[in-house]
């Protein structure tokens, strides 16, 4: 009897220290990595992150260094225990090293249950193995506070390489300007998802946003406008004024937190249209001597910087000659799109340098046309010359373009576009995917006021760069770029609900081989991305969960057929 009892006891303590085991036991998070990695190999077992040594060859760099130790702070602030970065020194624990045989960007990435190898060649590298690690940690990483979790990581070898080397967002801060911690916040987001470009539109009609110490009423008049369209209808306008703008330590400052996170801004100075701002501030540089007035209303203006005067060239020199001292982007993007040619053609010093430089209306172009292709010849002579190259929206095209261009191309797709596009270097932005300024669903009562179309998650993702392209053009494809055009965007939470989570699924375009790219394994992973959003504090679009409208002003999202009842309607 004694023995029974004896060996039930001895049963029940083994059955509790195996529960206990189990319940010690810890478990890696879901493997919802975005952009996802190129290869992919997972085997069992976890290693612990909490508390493990950064051990960081002597061979990398002082900058990644830095990187690295920051994230050390952020895994021992959320986790409670220490991880200390040790230089030089051997044993198990988190090791980054140096990889020359690696190319630029690219990054390794194998864990075991005893260490994780990090491995790159670059800072790049470096920080993009980073981000993949933080996905791969409870989501409290991105919280930066003191949080209970599992900070482990699984067992799996990656190695991973992006698709295209030009991966760009453009936000336009000239129809609304927003603050610069906001736009911090958006390249924070954009760090996540391993974007490497951030295109700052910083001139419009609608406003000016970079100071100016040569020209100083570009900022005490260009930025200011009074009054603000509010739908399509011009006659329709908020009373208030708007405007704002970047002081040149605000956007050195922005220069320099995007860096640190592998990103590199490129500004753009758009010309010769979309000028009235300046043209506010100084009337002299139009054809007609003005007056003007900051534009408050959207849409193209026949209003464009006089060509055929040299201060105009000299006033634009002098404002690149500024960029140039604050961006030290090898881009400058000088815009380029939407110049009507009314001016131009009514002005005398315009049609003067026409005849001066026997342009005429020839080869499927006119007069004016190969006027505007005189500007981008001159301007992009001036920002060779200080060792930069330009970018322009694909308008630049009409004429004879130098060689040494790249042309953003944002009217068509693959075999829509302009055939001479592929004789250049191109970035790849068309409207039809990459504006994401337009409704992300159907049920446009329940969104935010918008420019129009309808461009869903689904359908940025499913864009291919390189359907429709010739051979010979795939290899002109620099990258993809999204473009957030502000018009009706007038605050910062509706900006984050433009940008998330079509952010996300522009990264995959970008970054990722199209068999690396699957939709239902996207849609899953942005379960454990919403909780990221979430844990940074941001807004985001959560159509793909069933939910429609900003913050404070939400619907949940019609049913089939309550939604076709509401498009007939509609029609």
């Given at each position: 009897?004694?023995?029974?009892?004896?060996?039930n006891?001895?049963?029940?303590?083994?059955?509790l220290?195996?529960?206990?085991?189990?319940?010690?036991?810890?478990?890696?998070?879901?493997?919802?990595?975005?952009?996802?990695?190129?290869?992919?190999?997972?085997?069992?077992?976890?290693f612990?992150?909490?508390?493990?040594?950064?051990?960081?060859?002597?061979?990398?760099?002082?900058?990644?260094?830095?990187y690295?130790s920051?994230f050390?702070?952020e895994?021992?602030?959320?986790?409670?225990?220490?991880?200390?970065?040790?230089r030089?020194?051997?044993?198990?624990g988190?090791r980054?090293?140096?990889?020359a045989?690696?190319?630029?960007?690219?990054?390794?990435?194998?864990?075991t249950?005893?260490?994780?190898?990090?491995?790159s060649?670059?800072?790049?590298?470096?920080?993009?193995?980073?981000?993949?690690l933080?996905?791969?940690?409870?989501?409290?990483?991105?919280?930066?506070v003191?949080?209970?979790?599992?900070?482990?990581?699984?067992?799996v070898?990656i190695?991973?390489?992006?698709?295209f080397?030009?991966?760009g967002?453009?936000?336009d801060?000239?129809?609304?300007?927003?603050?610069?911690?906001?736009?911090?916040?958006?390249l924070?987001?954009m760090?996540?998802?391993?974007?490497?470009?951030?295109?700052?539109?910083?001139?419009?009609d609608?406003?000016?946003?970079?100071?100016?110490m040569?020209?100083?009423?570009?900022?005490?008049v260009?930025?200011?406008?009074?009054?603000?369209?509010?739908?399509?209808?011009?006659?329709?306008?908020?009373?208030?004024?708007?405007?704002?703008?970047?002081?040149?330590?605000?956007?050195r400052?922005?220069?320099s937190?995007?860096?640190?996170?592998?990103?590199?801004?490129?500004?753009?100075?758009?010309?010769?249209?979309?000028?009235?701002?300046?043209?506010?501030?100084?009337p002299?540089l139009?054809?007609?001597?003005?007056?003007?007035?900051?534009?408050?209303t959207?849409?193209?203006?026949?209003?464009?910087l006089?060509?055929?005067?040299?201060?105009?060239f000299?006033?634009?020199?002098?404002?690149?000659?500024?960029?140039?001292?604050?961006?030290?982007?090898?881009?400058i993007?000088?815009?380029?799109?939407e110049?009507?040619?009314?001016r131009?053609n009514?002005?005398?010093?315009?049609?003067?340098?026409?005849?001066?430089?026997g342009?005429?209306?020839?080869?499927?172009?006119?007069?004016?046309?190969?006027?505007?292709?005189?500007v981008?010849?001159?301007i992009?002579?001036?920002?060779?010359?200080?060792?930069?190259?330009?970018?322009?929206?694909?308008?630049?095209?009409?004429?004879d373009l130098?060689e040494?261009v790249?042309?953003?191309?944002?009217?068509?797709?693959?075999?829509?576009?302009?055939?001479r596009?592929?004789?250049?270097?191109?970035?790849?932005?068309?409207?039809?995917?990459?504006?994401i300024?337009r409704?992300?669903?159907?049920?446009?009562?329940?969104?935010?006021?918008?420019i129009g179309?309808?461009?869903?998650?689904e359908?940025?993702?499913?864009?291919e760069p390189?359907?429709?392209?010739p051979e010979?053009?795939?290899?002109r494809?620099?990258?993809?770029?999204?473009?957030?055009?502000?018009?009706?965007?007038?605050?910062?939470?509706?900006?984050?609900?433009?940008?998330?989570?079509?952010l996300?699924?522009?990264?995959e375009?970008?970054?990722?081989?199209p068999?690396?790219?699957?939709?239902?394994?996207?849609?899953?992973s942005?379960?454990?991305?919403r909780?990221?959003?979430?844990?940074?504090g941001?807004t985001?679009?959560?159509?793909?969960?069933?939910?429609?409208?900003?913050?404070g002003?939400?619907?949940?999202?019609?049913?089939?057929?309550?939604?076709?009842?509401?498009?007939?309607?509609?029609?």
């Amino acid at each position: 009897m004694n023995f029974i009892r004896i060996r039930n006891i001895a049963c029940f303590l083994v059955f509790l220290l195996f529960l206990s085991c189990c319940s010690s036991r810890k478990t890696a998070a879901p493997f919802s990595v975005i952009p996802y990695p190129h290869e992919v190999e997972f085997s069992d077992g976890v290693f612990d992150m909490a508390g493990s040594r950064f051990i960081v060859d002597p061979s990398v760099d002082a900058a990644s260094l830095s990187y690295i130790s920051k994230f050390s702070d952020e895994l021992s602030c959320v986790s409670g225990r220490r991880s200390p970065v040790l230089r030089g020194v051997s044993g198990r624990g988190v090791r980054f090293i140096l990889d020359a045989a690696l190319p630029d960007e690219a990054y390794t990435i194998d864990v075991t249950g005893k260490s994780a190898v990090i491995g790159s060649s670059s800072y790049r590298g470096f920080v993009y193995a980073i981000q993949t690690l933080r996905q791969m940690l409870p989501v409290s990483i991105y919280g930066g506070v003191r949080s209970r979790g599992d900070y482990v990581l699984p067992c799996v070898r990656i190695s991973d390489r992006p698709r295209f080397p030009y991966r760009g967002v453009l936000i336009d801060v000239g129809r609304h300007f927003y603050s610069v911690d906001e736009i911090k916040r958006c390249l924070d987001i954009m760090s996540v998802y391993k974007v490497n470009v951030f295109h700052w539109h910083l001139t419009e009609d609608q406003g000016w946003r970079f100071e100016s110490m040569r020209y100083p009423r570009l900022t005490e008049v260009g930025s200011v406008r009074h009054g603000t369209q509010i739908d399509y209808d011009p006659t329709h306008l908020r009373p208030e004024d708007h405007g704002g703008y970047y002081t040149r330590d605000e956007m050195r400052e922005v220069v320099s937190y995007a860096s640190e996170r592998g990103i590199t801004v490129i500004p753009e100075l758009d010309l010769p249209g979309h000028m009235l701002s300046a043209l506010a501030a100084y009337p002299e540089l139009g054809c007609t001597g003005g007056p003007y007035e900051v534009a408050n209303t959207w849409g193209v203006k026949k209003d464009v910087l006089c060509v055929g005067q040299e201060r105009t060239f000299t006033f634009l020199e002098d404002i690149l000659t500024e960029m140039m001292d604050i961006f030290p982007s090898e881009y400058i993007n000088i815009g380029g799109d939407e110049v009507p040619k009314d001016r131009w053609n009514a002005c005398p010093r315009c049609r003067k340098k026409m005849a001066e430089l026997g342009l005429s209306d020839r080869d499927g172009h006119t007069a004016g046309q190969y006027l505007q292709n005189y500007v981008t010849a001159r301007i992009q002579k001036f920002l060779n010359a200080h060792g930069r190259k330009i970018i322009g929206w694909e308008e630049i095209l009409e004429g004879d373009l130098a060689e040494g261009v790249t042309v953003m191309s944002w009217r068509g797709t693959g075999e829509d576009v302009d055939p001479r596009i592929w004789n250049y270097s191109s970035v790849m932005s068309p409207r039809g995917y990459m504006y994401i300024d337009r409704y992300q669903s159907h049920e446009q009562d329940r969104e935010p006021f918008s420019i129009g179309a309808y461009l869903p998650v689904e359908q940025l993702y499913g864009y291919e760069p390189y359907k429709g392209v010739p051979e010979y053009g795939k290899e002109r494809i620099l990258g993809v770029q999204a473009n957030l055009w502000t018009e009706y965007v007038n605050t910062e939470e509706y900006l984050e609900y433009m940008l998330l989570p079509r952010l996300a699924a522009l990264s995959e375009v970008q970054w990722c081989s199209p068999e690396d790219r699957e939709f239902p394994r996207f849609r899953e992973s942005m379960d454990r991305h919403r909780d990221i959003y979430e844990t940074m504090g941001l807004t985001y679009a959560k159509h793909l969960w069933g939910v429609i409208g900003l913050p404070g002003n939400e619907y949940p999202a019609r049913s089939p057929e309550e939604l076709a009842d509401y498009l007939d309607g509609r029609e």
